[in-house]
């Protein structure tokens, strides 16, 4: 079946830096890509949807500069979380979907903690 | 956007069916249901999904009313590695649709 891969799996940061978080669709064409940030015990939460090759569109409330989204391919999204804080620490996943109303694909997340 | 509701958590016993249910009374003729479940500290993975029939897979199957306003997913025998947070979600059939999540339901398994 179909793939997404996410990495990295676990990074620790400290404040103020910026961290990339990587998501491929590694056999199929993922024209549109969700991110979610996930609290302990708690639903994933959508921060924004992104389709290949325009500005990805961002819930209310997600600040843009703040987590910037870029679906440059069919393949590769990536989520940057700019100048971190420790209330940005939290569990990061994205999903691919193949086609219209079909499947959703999920990496495997990402535990980003900001100390 | 066209919500479910879920109850937020549920029990079984090992080896004996689970029906796990789900309301979605504002769906849509296009809203496709689907169900995914989350093991915890990974990324959610898929069950199943349809449309207006039940569906069969090796995973689980669902039942759709008649209405389509409620769904239930029906594991068969629960199994230890059954106890997740299953999310029940509609689809809808555009391009740009976003994919919003519940709270879900939070299944143990008793052995």
């Known amino acids: 079946g179909a793939v997404v891969s996410q990495h990295p799996s676990r990074v620790i940061c400290k404040s103020g830096t910026s961290v990339k978080i990587e998501c491929r669709s590694l056999?199929?064409?993922?024209?549109?890509m969700f991110w979610y940030r996930q609290f302990p015990k708690k639903s994933l939460m959508l921060m924004a949807t992104?389709?290949?090759?325009?500005?990805?569109?961002?819930e209310q409330g997600v600040e843009k500069d703040k987590f910037l989204i870029n679906h440059a391919s069919l393949t590769l999204s990536t989520l940057t979380v700019t100048s971190a804080h420790p209330e940005d620490s939290s569990f990061y996943i994205c999903?691919?979907?193949?086609?219209?109303?079909?499947?959703?694909?999920f990496g495997s997340g990402t535990q980003l903690s900001v100390l | 956007d066209a919500k479910t509701t879920q109850p937020n958590s549920m029990e079984s016993n090992e080896e004996e069916p689970v029906h796990l249910p789900c309301n979605h009374s504002?769906?849509?003729?296009?809203?496709?249901i689907h169900w995914y479940r989350q093991l915890p500290s990974q990324g959610p993975e898929y069950v199943i999904h349809?449309?207006?029939s039940n569906v069969n897979n090796r995973m689980a199957s669902l039942a759709i009313a008649e209405d389509r306003k409620s769904s239930t997913l029906i594991l068969h025998r629960a199994t230890l590695r059954d106890a997740a947070v299953y999310y029940c979600?509609?689809?809808?059939?555009?391009?740009?649709?976003?994919?919003?999540f519940g709270p879900g339901t939070s299944l143990s398994v008793i052995p």
């Open positions: 999903s691919a979907r193949e086609g219209r109303g079909e499947k959703l694909f």
């Open positions: 349809g449309l207006t």
């Open positions: 056999d199929f064409q993922a024209t549109t």
């Open positions: 992104s389709n290949e090759g325009s500005k990805a569109t961002y």
């Open positions: 979600i509609l689809r809808g059939y555009t391009s740009y649709d976003k994919v919003i």
């Open positions: 504002t769906i849509s003729g296009t809203d496709y």
